[in-house]
């Protein structure tokens, strides 16, 4: 077995640069020439290999390959959760709700993070065991209140002209910062804030996650275990975003992700 999986191995690299119609034409012609047995027998494991390979690319969806793809870069216990497939996936929708100043960085994830139902449904700021985030879309909203500190109880919205709170529209130094997010010490995502405000009033709610939404043109990947930042860096000289009001944000970062079955 280990030699014919040898030999399998040894036609994927001989025909990795041929799209997978030709490698099946090109199977299907082999399969009808006059092979050893021994040659038939390895032709027919790579041409069972490939179609199955083929079938199931062409029913995961864009996130699912996009993870399949990077499950190298993770740890070995669960590149072997994988392989036995004890892991599943589900479609994911965090979301972080925090009082914020116009002070230049402002650090909205941190480690003293705790889940509390309206405010946050990320614990700490990392993701659990297994649970491995393909970020597909993000979504940031915008509140105001002369008198609420809570996050839970304001209104939401990336429509510049809604005015929330009576604060008018939305404070021009919010939109002018930039929105980030780390993890390795690295930016996975830096984007203007400007980018996640639409100038009409807010959309229903039923497209939540969609036209309301900076849908990804590259994927991210946010790993297990492993702590990542989310901030809002402000324009030098930021002082504040309106006297007379308390000023709220809404991060929401949708997408796919793994977790045990």
């Known amino acids: 077995m280990y030699v014919e999986d040898q030999e399998v191995n040894g036609i994927e690299d001989n025909l990795a640069g041929f799209d997978d119609e030709q490698v099946l034409e090109g199977l299907g012609r082999i399969m009808n020439t006059a092979l050893a047995p021994a040659q038939k027998k390895v032709a027919k494991a ?10 199931l690319s062409k029913t995961l969806t864009r996130e699912q390959r996009f993870f399949n793809s990077m499950a190298v870069t993770l740890d070995a216990e669960t ?11 589900s479609d994911a929708d965090y979301y972080l709700r925090r009082q914020i100043s116009g002070t230049s960085i402002v650090t909205l994830l941190e480690a003293s993070n705790v889940i509390t139902p309206g405010t946050t449904n990320i614990d700490k700021n990392y993701l659990p065991k297994y649970v491995n985030l393909v970020l597909a879309a993000i979504r940031l909203g915008y509140g105001a209140d002369a008198v609420a500190t809570d996050p839970s109880v ?3 919205t990336n429509a510049v002209d809604a005015n929330p709170g009576g604060a008018g529209n939305i ?26 405000f639409r100038e009409n ?14 849908h990804l043109k590259a994927l991210k990947l946010i790993k297990e275990t492993t702590p990542f930042e989310i901030k809002l860096r402000f324009p030098n000289g930021t002082t504040t975003l309106g006297a007379g009001l308390n000023h709220f944000i809404e ?11």
């Open 79 to 89: 590149r072997k959760m994988i392989s036995e497939g004890q892991l599943s996936y």
């Open 46 to 55: 790579y041409a069972t290999k490939k179609i199955k390979a083929i079938n």
């Open 201 to 214: 009033f807010s959309v229903g709610i039923s497209v939540q996650g969609n036209e309301d939404s900076v």
């Open 171 to 196: 404070p021009i130094a919010l939109l002018n910062a930039e929105f980030e997010i780390f993890q390795d010490g690295k930016a996975i995502v830096s984007l203007p804030v400007a980018r996640f």
């Open 154 to 156: 304001i209104g939401y």
């Open 251 to 261: 991060v929401r970062l949708m997408g796919l992700q793994s977790k045990t079955r």
